[in-house]
């Protein structure tokens, strides 16, 4: 699905260089359920964001499906952002002037869904993360993980083939986390390929295979994609 070849990410801050990623070579898997771990500043997010199209890598390229992505226009990538992405970052990125169902409605309007369309389908997303009974609450009424389950059915919106997450328990405690993890493990076994972040080996161990940065290279990787 998905294979990065010698991707390299860096940054020219006056004089000196910061290497965040340093010639990656990663393919990905339709199905897979893929941890990314390693210290702080090995480059997960960085790599993540590549993956999501949210940043651009300084080198190498990137494969999806038979698209190479290195060579394709700005408007063609959004398009591939919107219609196969769904992000859950550790910080919810919620709108805070509008309610959970308006959150989750958001990114139906891209897709060209009638407004009670939209309304119905963020509804039923909103009902599969248990939010049923707190579908008019704005996020500063609802817990942490309440928001990360809004950011979630958010995510699933436009139905992705793959879920970036980065750190999406890390703001919780450990009984919330669970819930959001039972969502992820429930998605990947419907066949949505996940590339999850985490600092948390327990959580690292449930995937289906793990991958380790240090520096910005590829330290070990628990099994590689055929
Ligand atoms: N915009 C930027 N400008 C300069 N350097 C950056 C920038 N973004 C990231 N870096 C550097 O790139 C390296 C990798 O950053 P990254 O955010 O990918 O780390 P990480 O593995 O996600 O760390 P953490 O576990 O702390 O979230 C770090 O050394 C960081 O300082
Ligand atoms: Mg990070």
Redesign the pocket.
């Known amino acids: 699905m998905i294979s990065l070849t010698g991707i390299t990410?860096s940054?020219d801050?006056g004089s000196s260089r910061?290497?965040?990623?340093d010639s990656i070579d990663l393919q990905v898997s339709r199905g897979e359920f893929l941890t990314v771990m390693?210290?702080?500043?090995?480059?997960?997010?960085?790599?993540?964001?590549i993956l999501g199209i949210l940043d651009t890598p300084t080198a190498g390229t990137y494969r999806l499906e038979d698209h190479d992505l290195t060579t394709l226009a700005d408007r063609e990538l959004s398009r591939i952002r919107n219609e196969h992405f769904g992000f859950v970052f550790q910080s919810f990125n919620l709108f805070n002037e509008f309610n959970a169902l308006e959150n989750v409605m958001l990114p139906l309007m891209y897709a060209g869904l009638r407004g009670s369309e939209r309304r119905e389908r963020a509804r039923r997303l909103l009902v599969d993360v248990g939010l049923e009974h707190r579908l008019h609450h704005y996020p500063n009424m609802l817990s942490g993980g309440e928001q990360q389950r809004v950011a979630i059915a958010r995510a699933l919106a436009n139905d992705p083939t793959l879920i970036l997450a980065?750190?999406p328990t890390g703001n919780l405690p450990s009984d919330k986390g669970e819930e959001i993890l039972h969502i992820i493990d429930r998605l990947n076994r419907d066949g949505v390929t996940v590339v999850m972040?985490t600092?948390d080996t327990r959580i690292g161990e449930r995937g289906s295979r793990c991958v380790r940065?240090r520096d910005?290279r590829i330290e070990s990787d628990s099994g590689s994609a055929a």
């Not at 910061?18 to 990623?21: E, S």
């Not at 390693?38 to 964001?49: A, D, E, I, R, V």
């Open positions: 990410r940054y801050i910061v290497t965040a990623l390693g210290p702080s500043g090995s480059g997960k997010s960085t790599l993540l964001h980065d750190e972040v600092h940065l910005g």
